[in-house]
C-alpha cells in the first residue's frame, strides 16, 4: 500500500479572490503543527508574511494575500518556485470537477488508487496548464464525523430532543477534529495539492461537505440543536479549508455579506463565473431563498461566455416518475432524500422553473453553460433555447468510485423520455462526445478550453481516455 501522505503540513493552496486591472487576485494558505514556523512568499518584487487566521487540533493556519500580474508568471514561497497562469485574456484553460471522496470507509483507501484521477489531472496540467480549477461540491465527504459521539452517533435518524451547552460544545469539538482529520489527508495528497499550490481554486459546496442529504433530511433532525452544530462546524471549516477564509471575510469573498448564502460570483477577462449556494438556505420543500436567487438572476456581467455551476444537475431526467413509485418496493424510501435533492424532485418543480427561465434570460445575452457534478458519472445535456441551447456538462466522481453499469443504464432509460418544464424548451439527455451510452460509469473530470476565443469541453474519463472536444 502507498505510504500515506503527511498530512499535519499542507500548502500553499491558492484561492482565487478576483482578477482586475492589478492582476490576479489570490490568498495562499498554508497549514503546519502549532509552533512550526512559516516562511515568506514573494510575487513579483514584493515580499509577504503570513498571517494566522485561525488555530485549530493543533495547526496553524497561514494566509497569505497577493496580486500577481500578467508577467510575474508565479510565485516563491520558501524558497521554492511555483509557475501560476496570470495571462487570462487570450487562450485559457480551466479544470472542473466534484465528488472527491466516498461516503464510508474514504479514510481507509490507498492515495494511490483514491486519487488516481488527480494525478492525471496534475499530469494535464503540467502539459498544459490550468488557470483556475473549480470544485463543484463534495470536495470532502464528511458523513462519519457524526460517529463516535453520544449526541450525533444515530444521526439523522435518532437526534436528542434536549442538549446541554457543554455536550453541545464537546460535540463541536468531536465533529471538528473529524472535519479537519478530512480536508488535511485530502489536500496532503500529492496530486491534489500539488495542483492546487499552481491553479488558484474555486470550490462551492454540496451535502457531502456537511453530511449525507444535508437540508432534504427530515427538518426535525437538520433544525435540531445538534443538526445546527453540526452545520455551523461544517460552515466553519468549508470557508477555512476550500476558501482560505473565516467569517470576517465573507462580504469579500460571496455575492450575500450577510453570508446566509455562499453563492460566488468572478469576472474574468470574456468570462463570467457564477455559483449558487444550494445547501445554505435549503429546506425540504426550497432549494434557495432569495439571497441565492439574486445571485442566479441577475444579468450577466461579462456576456461573452457564462459558466454557472449547479452542484446539482440543473437538466436532468424525470426523477418525479422514481418519486412517484418509491413507496411500492420496500427499502427504497431510504432513497428519499437524494431524490429530493435534485431539481426534478416534485418538491422543487416551481423552483425548478424559475431556475431555467434565469437560465434562459442568460442566454439572451450570450453563451451558457452549466457544470454539474453530485451523481458519479459523466454525462451532458441540452435544453432548447434562442439563439442557441443551454448546455449541461456533468463531471463527477474524481475520487468517488463509479456506481454499477445497471444505475447509469437505468438512469440513461429515464433521460430517454425526455422532460419539458417550460413550454417550448425540450431538455436532451446526450452522450458524451463519440460515446453511445448518456450516462458514463467511469470517474472523470471535465476540461474546458477556450482557444481563438471559441470554448470546447473535454471529460477526461479514467477508462476511456479524452473524449473529443464538445463545442460550446
Known sequence: MTETPDDRHVGP???LRGHDAEGLRLAAIVIRPEGAPCGTLRAGDA??????????????VWRFDFTLRTRDRGYVFEGESYP????????????FLSCNGEEIGDMDRDPAERDAMWDRMRAEHETRPFAVLIQGGDQI?????????????DWPDDVPSTASRADLDDLARHLRAGFVRRYMRSLASPGVGGIMARVPT???????????????????????????????????MYLLFQHGAVEADIPEIFADPSGAQ????????????????????????????EAGWALLEAPSPEPAQTFVVSSVPLLGPRLSLVEAVMWLWPGMQKYEDDLRDQWQSRAHRADWRRALRAMLRLRARGPVTVLSGEI???????MAADPGPVHQLVASGIAHRAPPGAYARGLGWLGSLGEGPLGGHPIRILPPPGLRRR???????LVLERDAGAWAAVWHLEETGPTAPLPL
Open 13 to 15: 493552496i491558492l484561492h
Open 47 to 60: 515580499t509577504h508574511d503570513p498571517r494566522a487566521i485561525a488555530r485549530l487540533e493543533g495547526l496553524t
Open 84 to 95: 501560476v497562469a496570470t495571462d487570462l485574456a487570450g487562450d485559457l484553460r480551466l479544470a
Open 141 to 153: 465527504y464528511a458523513d462519519e464525523v457524526t460517529q463516535g459521539h453520544p449526541l450525533s452517533d
Open 202 to 236: 474555486l470550490a462551492v459546496w454540496d451535502d457531502h461537505d456537511i453530511c449525507d442529504g444535508w437540508g432534504s433530511l427530515p427538518e426535525t433532525a437538520t433544525d435540531s440543536a445538534v443538526g445546527r452544530t453540526l452545520f455551523a462546524v461544517a460552515r466553519e
Open 262 to 289: 455562499l453563492g460566488w460570483q468572478r469576472i474574468l477577462p470574456g468570462l463570467t463565473l457564477t455559483t449558487p449556494d444550494l445547501r445554505s438556505e435549503r429546506r425540504r420543500r426550497r432549494v434557495m431563498g
Open 376 to 382: 458519479h458519472l459523466a454525462t451532458r445535456a441540452e
Open 439 to 445: 450516462y458514463v460509469a467511469e470517474r472523470n473530470f
